[in-house]
RNA sequence: GCCGAUGUAGCUCAACGGCAGAGCAACGGUUUUGUAAACCGUAGGUUGUGGGUUCGAAUCCCACCAUCGGCUCCA
């Protein structure tokens, strides 16, 4: 006899000795037993005919889409499906892996044909009949001998290798097949399972994309295909994906940043390097405002250093030898005079040269901390297939301090490092962000300093973490060579997750360049260096900010704040002197005068996301008034034009994220 | 860097071995307009670059450059 605790608590007894999740949804209801394609038990995710031989916690799970596990079933279900229909089409492949993924599932494969998008359509086709026959995941278990005889048979070395890794991991774990339909019979696959009942329930699926990946993802192990898809449980809701994806396409800022000519790359100019149009170059310029007035109230001073420095300068950093690879080749003097054997780096970063800074002469405690501010462009050879509009570049301008403290005064100023970097997120409405604690890998060698240094180090920063209240997740193997770090993560409109603000503790710089203070006691101390950018790099900050906003930037950041649209060019000399006033108010305006009907002024105006639009005609030009339309189509009527500049100065000078002015 | 795809007018796209086109933008003219595209016209191109195949190449092949989707990397 079984006693089941059903998700409500309520319990249920059962006369037999095994008993499935299809059993317990039979014994539950009809409709319920229809829905269901998997069963939690004791919160742990199995086929719904997987024998339940103990009293446990079950929770059937049914075709839902805000179910995670119905999504893991049905998207590692149709995983299955395209590989049987990849195999049926493509004979010679051989399979290595398939999950779901976020945001749906891929397989990888070897194969000697190339796959292609073209052959999208027939594989979906194949996989539309093998889910039309409606064909029952069975699952199999193999004793481990039998199972490896099993796979080399098949001469898979993939499939022979996972089973390997599985046993190795877990010496008693359990090799599990699956064949979609009857055992020996239809196609099947190593797999661990768990799987929908069978292949009738998966709705709707699409075949996204394929890509190269490496195998165990070793850039040294070979490169095998891999095909990605998505799947639901209904046609409207991958109707409703594909729709969404669209959507975000237009919200891309490489495609508003050409619409709204805020950004370009010439290719004669060079890949990954940006240049700022006019009207990006305002949004850039004003958040470089706002950090100037934080770096002013938070005693930050101004420091101004080379594009380029002395290579051993990087040596000394130790830089140079872990990012040799990533960074443009060195400038030989030799080429120059031959006895001069020095070289010169274009500079991969602004630490190295900060520390000069504070090191030309000697400091004593009373002068720290000192906090020297830059907004330093540097230059990285990233690789040319990671290179991605405004987000991944070749060269960039991070808003860069660098603090040195005694020891005891570290988590203040760390304290007050997390707080301007929140005050950023805060004032430009990101509330989707993830604050990543970024910790060393004790069993990695890249790390330099003193491991009682780094646990101290990465302490500090749980601390401060946790007594800021933010959410954060720890990740180890994210940290820099030289310290621990907090990172602030966002997702871009495609779903890549980018570093934007990031917070970094150092005690192995100061060490390398055996900074100095002399302390109360009349002895040299060793300084600590916080490493801290809270945009992290303008051009990635402005990519995701224009992804953010979806190109309709707040007033104080709008590269144009106030059109001024006449409805007849009766009306210039109004509209000239509306312009006027704004300008002379120190908004950001100008006029369309095309000879244009004012319904084609006010489209323009829109696809610009201008905030406001100023309509004006006769009414307006005899009250002085200008007739208020937001890029939103709210119509906020005539309003008197000093007073439409009061209202949108207060809107920029207390750098709004909302409109003040929709009532 | 690796795998795959894609490069045609400023932008979005068509032509897919046989005369390189459209819409929008630009420019000129007409219109003087009241809240998401007025009308007429003009101009705009060595089809990413360089080779090759062919009577003939935007179209087929090769190399390079760039972009896109992944992988790897990311101080």
Redo the contacts with the bound molecule.
């Keep these: 006899m079984l006693t089941i605790t059903l998700p409500d608590g309520s319990t249920r007894t059962y006369e037999q000795s095994t008993l499935t999740g299809a059993d317990i949804a039979q014994s539950i209801g009809r409709r319920l037993a229809a829905d269901a394609i998997g069963v939690l038990i004791d919160g742990q995710l199995h086929d719904l005919t997987y024998p339940i031989t103990h009293d446990a916690k079950v929770a059937i799970v049914t075709a839902k889409t805000d179910d995670p596990n119905a999504m893991y079933l049905l998207r590692h279900s149709t995983a299955h499906v395209m590989a049987e229909a990849i195999t049926d089409l493509f004979p010679d492949v051989k399979l290595a892996y398939g999950p779901p993924v976020e945001g749906g599932f891929?397989y990888d494969m070897e194969s000697a044909t190339?796959i292609?998008?073209?052959d999208f359509p027939r594989i979906e086709k194949r996989m539309a009949e093998i889910a039309k026959e409606n064909r029952p995941f069975t699952r199999y278990e193999l004793p481990q001998n039998d199972a490896m005889a099993a796979l080399e048979r098949q001469g898979n070395p993939y499939k022979l290798d996972n089973a390997r890794r599985a046993i190795e991991q877990d010496p008693h774990a359990v090799i599990s097949f699956y064949a979609t339909g009857e055992p020996g019979k239809n196609w099947e696959d190593l797999c661990r399972g768990p799987h929908l009942p069978s292949t009738g329930r998966i709705g709707a699926f699409k075949v996204?994309?394929?890509?190269?990946?490496?195998w165990h993802?070793?850039?040294s192990k070979q490169?095998l295909?891999?095909v990605?898809g998505i799947a639901f449980f209904s046609q409207a809701q991958l109707d409703e994906y594909v729709h969404q994806q669209e959507e975000a396409k237009k919200r891309?800022h490489?495609?508003l940043g050409?619409?709204l000519e805020l950004f370009t790359?010439s290719?004669l100019v060079?890949?990954?390097l940006i240049l700022w149009m006019p009207r990006g170059g305002v949004i850039r310029q004003e958040l470089e405002t706002f950090m100037r007035e934080q770096l002013a109230l938070r005693g930050y001073s101004a420091v101004y250093t080379p594009h380029i420095g002395h290579i051993d300068l990087?040596k000394t950093s130790g830089?140079y030898p872990?990012?040799k690879?990533?960074?443009f080749p060195t400038i030989k003097m030799s080429q120059r005079d031959p006895d001069d054997q020095s070289e010169y780096l274009l500079k991969?970063?602004n630490?190295p040269h900060h520390i000069q800074i504070y090191a030309a002469h000697p400091r004593s405690y009373r002068d720290l901390p000192i906090r020297l501010a830059e907004f330093g462009t540097?230059y990285?050879?990233?690789?040319?297939?990671?290179?991605?509009?405004m987000t991944?570049v070749r060269g960039f301008t991070q808003d860069d301090a660098h603090l040195f403290c005694t020891p005891e005064q570290v988590e203040q100023e760390l304290v007050s490092t997390l707080d301007m970097v929140l005050l950023v997120l805060k004032t430009l409405g990101f509330q989707d962000y993830q604050c990543r604690v970024s910790l060393r890998d004790p069993a990695s060698d890249?790390y330099a300093g003193d491991p009682q240094l780094w646990d101290r180090a990465e302490n500090t920063l749980r601390r401060i973490v946790a007594g800021s209240g933010i959410k954060s997740v720890e990740a180890v193997g994210?940290?820099?060579?030289?310290g621990p770090?907090l990172d602030f993560l966002v997702r871009d409109v495609?779903?890549?997750q980018w570093?934007l603000g990031?917070v970094?503790l150092d005690y192995v710089l100061p060490e390398r360049f055996g900074l100095e203070y002399i302390g109360s006691d009349n002895q040299p101390h060793r300084p600590v260096m916080i490493?801290r950018a809270p945009f992290g790099s303008m051009e990635r900050f402005t990519g995701i900010l224009i992804e953010h906003f979806a190109g309709a930037f707040p007033a104080w950041l709008a590269p144009v704040q106030a059109s001024v649209l006449t409805?007849?060019?009766?009306?210039l000399d109004y509209g000239r002197e509306v312009l006027s006033a704004l300008q002379a108010a120190g908004i950001r305006a100008d006029m369309d005068t095309?000879?244009?009907?004012?319904?084609?002024k006010?489209?323009?105006s829109?696809e610009l996301k201008t905030p406001y639009?100023l309509?004006?005609?006769?009414?307006?030009?005899e009250n002085r008034a200008v007739?208020v339309?937001t890029r939103k189509?709210r119509?906020l009527?005539?309003v008197p034009l000093d007073e439409f500049i009061r209202r949108l100065r207060e809107e920029i000078t207390s750098r709004s994220v909302q409109s003040l002015m929709i009532d």
């Design positions: 891929y190339p292609t998008e073209a996204t994309s394929v890509a190269g990946a490496y993802g070793d850039a490169q295909q891999r990605y891309d490489r495609v050409k619409q790359i290719p060079g890949s990954g990087y830089h872990y990012y690879d990533s960074q991969p970063m630490c540097v990285r050879f990233e690789q040319s297939g990671e290179l991605s509009g991944r890249k994210e940290a820099a060579f030289y770090k495609i779903g890549r570093q990031t970094q490493h409805i007849s060019e009766k009306f095309a000879s244009d009907k004012i319904g084609a006010i489209r323009r829109r639009m309509i004006v005609g006769g009414k307006e030009q007739s339309r189509d119509d009527g005539s």
